[in-house]
């Protein structure tokens, strides 16, 4: 076996991993013999349905773990989707057990999220504590096996970690400690977005030389194909499923992630990384998009389609709009002017588009010019009629706490209001400051963890609307709008975006 490809938990355990499944089509193209684990998945269910027993603990658990069989039925056939009542028991019941599970190994892992109580995952010293102490790890019990099975019956020459979230840091790096122990011969690969992140800010070398054979910066595709066949990838792949346990995920019926780009071909939001980073856009040339598109729902027929690109450009939602797919879909589309017309939203939704998730950002027009995000409000406003007339979906990001004023955050509190009728969902986040960006320079900033491998800084706000600030604005102004919370309410927890095209399928 060339390679093993892993991911670590945790992520939301709703779909394959997006990344894995382009890499796993990539090497089987080229006949380069792999497996595809996913661990986030399989530690996750672990964990829920294994672990030490309940029956001491309070009523909402010893309920919650009565029911864990049932609750993983109903959202696999989607029972749970039937109404959000339901969903919510569901998974807060499910995630109780992995709350009350974790606790007493100092962490809290939910079905979303995992955070240690004393060790960070922007430390590079904690990354390393982590490995050098597997065993200390909430998931030890299951990786170990997992991974003693895998080097005894693969014996891989390469194991390949991918990396995209801080939640899966810890458990990442315990998991290469462990590898490193069980098969000290065998190569370690660590790649992904986060990873790349890293290593175009604040990790130019392998901080982890000794544990880590090599850091892979950007797409792996490239670099495996260098080490495996001595070539790049000279034709467009298929992404590959076949290695994932579909029918264990937490959706009803499967759900298919594909991605017709990297990068973002617009590029140009000051607060992105896309930009600090300098990533280079590569979409699948414009033909080959659609036909790529028919070959993963002809080979999968998918319950759902997650188109993963950071914003599907105006020509694919040309080109997706000419067709009618048989899987419905969403993913990230930027608010371009194309997308207020009705006709073009009409033949979106024909092609199976249930939802759209659009980066708002903010309703004050001079923030929004400040951002760089080319947008104008009364384009905004159009495109969300549009849609909600065509019967597809909106899912919209707001960030508070850039460049705006308290003036600015009250101005995007009322264009939600206003708008709330075509606002189905929406994400409330406070602005973090990517450490390279090019107006950070212009800012007083300073480190607000001691992590060396933050990727974020804090900042004093110009205009002294700091995040207590914001936060107060938030909890006590604007979720408090009725408007507003009754659509905050309809975010299904923890799996957000992932869940919300379940619902508006209804
Ligand atoms: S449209 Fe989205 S991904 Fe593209 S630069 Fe702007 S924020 Fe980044």
Known sequence: MDIVLITAPVSRPCEPPAGLAKLSGILKDHGVEHLVIDANLECLLHLITSGEPLHAQDTWTRRSARHVEKNLRSLRDGTAFGNMGAYIKAVTELNRILEVRSKSHGVHVSLNNFTHMRRSPVKSADLLHAAEHPEDNVFYPYFLKRLQALLEEHAPGYLGFSLNYLSQVLTTFAMIGQAKILSPGTKILLGGGLVTSW?????????????????????????????????TPSRISLPEYGGFQTRDYLSPGSIIPLSTSTGCYWGRCSFCPEKSENTRYCPVPGGAVVSLVRHVLKKHSPALVHFCDNALSPSIIASLAREELPSPWYGFAKIIPELADPDLCSSLKRSGCVMLQLGLESGDQGVLDKLGKGIRLETAAHVLKSLTRAGIATYVYILFGTPEDCVGAQKTLDFVSRHQEAIDFLNVSIFNLPRYSH????????????????????????????????????????????????????????FTSNHAPLFAKR
């Open 199 to 231: 290593m175009r800010g604040p990790m130019k070398t392998n901080t982890f030389a000794g544990l880590v054979d090599e850091i892979v910066d950007g797409p792996g595709e490239d670099r495996l194909l260098s080490l495996f066949r001595g070539e």
């Open 439 to 494: 107006d950070a320079a212009n800012l007083t900033t300073f480190d607000f963890s001691e992590g060396d491998l933050s990727l974020y800084q804090g900042f004093v706000h110009p205009a002294g609307w700091d995040r207590n600030r914001v936060r107060q604005f938030l909890d006590k102004e604007f979720k408090r709008q009725r408007s507003i919370a009754r659509i905050v309410r309809q975010d299904p927890p923890f």
